[in-house]
């Protein structure tokens, strides 16, 4: 039987600002493994954070975090939540990615972070809706004004 589906979302740091020459390269590497590995999500860099989350069978996204948190690229990692889902919110993206406006990705963490402590507390290990869909529809909102079917910005 397959593991359950899981999903992980983090927050991070970089040391200095990322190029874009280095994030296309971590983002290559990562879209060609995570579609050998069945992983999929979405990655925002603010210059200065990431905010990452990986959905994929439970055990694939534990080996694959832990290779994450001890990437010497990022530093303060910080699990927002982690917990099992029905269904993908990134269903087929292998690592969407995107580059979003200073300010925003702490707002987002803390929502994050909020809605699993309160699905922890109500003895749940899945929150009502999940990071993942809250993550997506945010985003969908915020960066493509709602409405608008994403395009494939994530595997340009
Ligand atoms: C912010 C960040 C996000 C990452 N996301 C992924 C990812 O989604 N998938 C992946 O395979 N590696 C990702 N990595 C890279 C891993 O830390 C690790 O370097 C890589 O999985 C090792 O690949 P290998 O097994 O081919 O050596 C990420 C690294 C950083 C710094």
Redesign the pocket.
């Known amino acids: 039987m397959a593991d359950v589906l899981t999903e992980l979302v983090y927050s ?1 740091r ?1 040391p200095e600002p990322m190029t874009d020459a280095q994030v296309q390269a ?1 983002l290559e ?6 579609t050998r ?1 069945g ?1 999929t ?1 979405l ?1 925002c ?1 603010d210059g200065k954070s ?1 905010l ?1 989350i ?1 959905e994929g069978e439970s055990g694939t996204i534990l080996e ?1 975090f832990h ?5 010497p ?2 530093t303060d990692i910080e699990i927002l939540h982690d917990g099992e889902v029905e269904q993908r919110a990134f269903d087929s993206w292998k ?1 969407a990615y995107e580059n979003v406006p200073s300010g925003m990705l702490p707002s987002l963490a803390r929502s994050i972070a909020r809605a699993s402590l309160t699905a922890a507390m109500a003895g749940k290990t899945e929150m009502d809706i999940s990071a993942g869909r809250r993550i997506f529809d945010l985003f969908m909102d915020e960066i493509y004004g709602g409405g608008e079917e994403p395009r494939e910005l994530a595997d340009a």
Do not use: A, C, P
């Not at 290779?67 to 990437?71: A, C, E, S, V």
């Open positions: 991070s970089t971590l590497h990562s879209r060609e493994k995570n590995e992983v999500g990655l860099y990431f990452q990986i694959l290779l994450i948190r001890n990437d690229r990022h690592m």
